[in-house]
């Protein structure tokens, strides 16, 4: 069903998140879509930047059953949630990145990260923010797959990140595209930086992302 091909390049890829310090030591965690109903996560607890074949969870994405491998990540449900809901998102990546995740943590957090236009153009013109649900559990897993039913990339409150995309590059280039956003925002400093005009993100829409003018 899996090939030893396909747990290799999932395991590079997990390595890539943590070269890129994307994450934390066990924070984090990946899923891949390998198949029509099949897809491969990240083992609870597992360092992302280390991961090793014994720490790949092989689940049924229709029922969220475990089928072989180590025990998925705790936040597998809402992995395979949104493989389930979403046919066009084949990988799905959370991270407790450093910046996104100090914003996470704000008081007061952004109304808006359109700060430069990689934002709306990789991560979508709104980024929802979710609140603070308990790590693994039901209702955070609910929240989160509902959210990204019309969205690619969420904030967790005092959590970290999400996002998906159709394949390993589209999700890792909205998560650092997300985490530069949020450096911005936090270098600098409450209501000190601009953000794209609705104007502006309808004209990328339309010449950099092709949409048709309404």
């Given amino acids: 069903m899996i090939t030893e091909e396909q747990i290799a390049i999932f395991i590079d890829q997990a390595h890539r998140i943590g070269a890129e310090r994307l994450q934390l ?3 984090g965690n990946i899923s891949w879509r390998v198949g029509n109903d099949v897809a491969l996560v990240s083992g609870t607890g597992s360092w992302l930047g280390r991961l090793k074949r014994e720490n790949a969870a092989v689940c ?11 025990k998925p990540s705790m936040e597998s449900s809402f992995h395979l949630g949104i493989l389930r809901e979403r046919a066009d998102v084949n990988v799905v990546l959370h991270t407790q990145s450093g910046y996104a995740t100090i914003v996470a943590c704000m008081k007061e957090k952004p109304a808006d990260f359109n700060v430069t236009a990689e934002v709306p ?6 980024i929802p923010i979710l609140p603070y649900f308990r790590p693994g ?3 955070l ?21 999400v996002v998906c995309g159709r394949d390993f590059d589209d999700a890792f280039q909205k998560a650092v595209f997300f985490e530069m956003a949020c450096r911005i925002i936090v270098g600098a400093g409450a209501g000190n ?3 794209l005009t609705e104007e502006e993100v309808g004209d990328l829409e339309v010449y950099v992302l092709g949409k048709t003018q309404t």
């Fill in 25 to 27: 030591c066990s924070s």
């Fill in 60 to 70: 049924e994405i229709s029922t969220g059953r475990h089928i072989d491998g180590a």
């Fill in 121 to 126: 153009c990789h991560c979508g013109r709104e």
């Fill in 137 to 139: 559990s039901p209702e």
């Fill in 141 to 161: 897993a609910r929240a989160v797959v509902e959210a990204m039913q019309s969205h690619d990339c969420i904030l967790l409150s005092k959590h970290g990140q």
């Fill in 193 to 195: 930086y601009l953000t």
